[in-house]
């Protein structure tokens, strides 16, 4: 069942600011596609976070752990690092999690996932962070030994929305609500 959603867009015309409304039906995703989504969230370890330095944008590749229902995704960041201190400063960011390039022929059909969202530190102790902590060890046991050390942080992105591409026509606007039916689909698979 598709929905349908007004945009409105801006635009500059002659020098005239303008604004024109355009219908968009929202797809949505079938099994196969929340299968796809899910499995390239599970078996993507690096993700290009995209934060804001300076009102300009600035990306960097992080190592990434998704919440079992996707509602959220870890990253465990030197505090000391730029896009840990733009995060401090701004908290709204893009996460984009693609599909390795396979060397296809149009690299444009690699499945990819972009997430509009923001960060929060999770301290030690608060409410979530053990439960975050062993979510990131999980996937990478080698990150132990930074636990332990001062200038690290555990950081929750909350999922806005995202966007999911996997090919020519093959776009689906989603809420966070889809992400997390997506995750259930991965549980179908096992």
Do not use: C
């Amino acid at each position: 069942m598709a929905s349908a959603s007004i945009t409105l867009l801006w635009g500059i015309k002659n020098g005239v600011v303008g604004r024109r409304y355009w219908w968009r039906r929202q797809k949505q995703m079938n099994l196969q596609m929340q299968k796809l989504l899910a499995r390239l969230i599970l078996s993507t370890r690096l993700a290009t976070l995209a934060t804001l330095r300076e009102d300009l944008p600035q990306a960097t590749l992080v190592a990434f752990a998704p919440a079992s229902d996707f509602s959220a995704f870890y990253l465990h960041l030197n505090r000391l690092s730029p896009h840990a201190i733009d995060l401090q400063k701004e908290s709204r960011l893009g996460l984009l999690i693609a599909e390795t390039d396979d060397g296809r022929e149009d690299p444009q059909t690699l499945a990819r996932l972009s997430i509009r969202g923001s960060a929060e530190i999770l301290p030690l102790g608060a409410p979530g962070y053990m439960l975050a902590k062993q979510i990131y060890l999980a996937r990478f046991p080698h990150a132990q030994k930074r636990f332990s050390l001062s200038e690290f942080d555990l950081w929750r992105i909350s999922p806005k929305g995202a966007y999911f591409t996997v090919g020519s026509g093959q776009t689906f606007n989603l809420t966070v609500e889809a992400l997390m039916e997506a995750s259930q689909a991965s549980l179908e698979e096992e």
